[in-house]
């Protein structure tokens, strides 16, 4: 039995820790994003964060839809860090892809303390050491004991004209925005060069926000995306 495949059980077998009443302020040190496929694909946005809390948010053909938490044990943290760091995410290609049509995609990005942040598309033909350590971080999402809630009250700070989009490192903003000419898809400013992320702003009388938000995500181009919010203060 592997490490990660213990990890599983050991996943499976442990209890969480008990919930606490924190806001994870920080960034979030472990992503794993899943996009839609022409099926019935999980659709959903997994973030681990330095103190342990996990946050869920359901898309679609998930048991939780909208925004959970749930906190790791110190155990179970420890041992997800570890798996990234034995596997040397950093030194594995940022993209893995071929040509096959209606499969899922799947981004996992690590934020270590010390080095570089670092995404990885992994839609076919991935090593097993990645699919093994996915598999480990989808489990989390497959249990269902224990997510809460979170009851979201900043919905009415929620910008629906403006949404911060997160491109692969490749591609060209500008070539980005004239493939969205329809909806007036429009630069606000640029949030970080160095990571491709930029605050965006279209017309919502040409498509209903949400429908615009969907359409982004799905994007093979976008990493994520997300609505802009008033206040809010970024990196």
């Excluded at 359901?58 to 798996?83: C, P």
């Excluded at 899922?104 to 942040?117: F, I, L, M, W």
């Amino acid at each position: 039995m592997n490490r990660i495949t213990f990890g599983l059980l050991m996943i499976s077998l442990l209890n969480c820790s008990a919930q606490r009443d924190v806001s994870s302020t920080s960034e979030p040190i472990v992503e794993l994003r899943t996009t839609a496929c022409f099926g019935r694909c999980p659709v959903y946005h997994l973030q681990i964060f330095p103190d342990q809390q996990m946050i869920l948010k359901g898309e679609s053909n998930v048991e939780q839809l909208g925004t959970f938490r749930k906190a790791l044990s110190e155990r179970q943290y420890h041992f997800i860090v570890d798996a990234f760091n034995e596997l040397d995410f950093a030194g594995l290609k940022a993209v893995y892809d071929g040509p096959v049509s209606d499969i899922s995609t799947t981004y996992v990005t690590y934020r270590p303390d010390r080095g570089r942040e670092k995404t990885v598309k992994a839609r076919f033909d991935y090593p097993d050491a990645l699919a093994e350590l996915i598999k480990m971080l989808k489990s989390l999402v497959q249990n269902s004991d224990g997510w809460l809630a979170v009851r979201n009250d900043q919905d009415a700070n929620v910008l629906q004209d403006q949404i911060i989009v997160h491109l692969q490192p490749s591609v060209d903003v500008a070539h980005f925005l004239e493939s969205y000419a329809g909806q007036s898809l429009r630069q606000v400013r640029v949030i970080s060069e160095e990571k491709n992320l930029f605050l965006l702003t279209f017309d919502v009388g040409s498509i209903d926000p949400s429908a615009m938000l969907s359409r982004i995500r799905h994007d093979e181009r976008v990493i994520h995306a997300e609505f802009d919010r008033k206040l809010d203060i970024r990196r």
